[in-house]
């Protein structure tokens, strides 16, 4: 089992930045491929990013591409969003998820996450 507890999350103007973290406890985190995902009111959630266990190795959905970054800090147990260049569509619930396994796997529901957080709010007003 994996506990994600999220953070970081708040009201920004467009064009400005935030980032999140999600502190991981439980399971080897270093063990574990990560993502962050988003679902904003009235519609499905969806990816935004992925990560390896090593963290060479990443994804991001095209919608964000060049605007987020994600990262992870093993020796702390967390993972990270930088999001920049923030637009009113990223405003949504932003959750942290973890794999059983140590790498990414497109070809699994949600890139092969296995573990939820509860989620941060993130509001971008234009």
């Known amino acids: 089992q994996v506990q994600l507890v999220e953070s970081g999350g708040g009201l920004v103007q467009a064009g400005g930045s935030l980032r999140l973290s999600c502190a991981a406890s439980?399971?080897?985190?270093?063990?574990?491929?990560m993502g962050w995902f988003r679902q904003a009111p009235g519609k499905e959630r969806e990816f935004v990013a992925v990560?390896?266990?090593?963290?060479?190795?990443?994804i991001l959905a095209k919608s964000v591409k060049g605007r987020f970054t994600i990262s992870r800090d093993n020796a702390k147990n967390t993972l990270y969003l930088q999001m920049n260049s923030l637009k009113s569509e990223d405003t949504a619930d932003y959750y942290c998820a973890a794999s059983a396994q140590s790498q990414v796997n497109p070809m699994r529901p949600n890139y092969g996450m296995d573990y939820w957080g509860k989620g941060t709010l993130v509001t971008v007003s234009s």
């Open positions: 439980g399971r080897t985190f270093s063990s574990c491929a």
């Open positions: 990560i390896s266990w090593s963290g060479n190795s990443t």
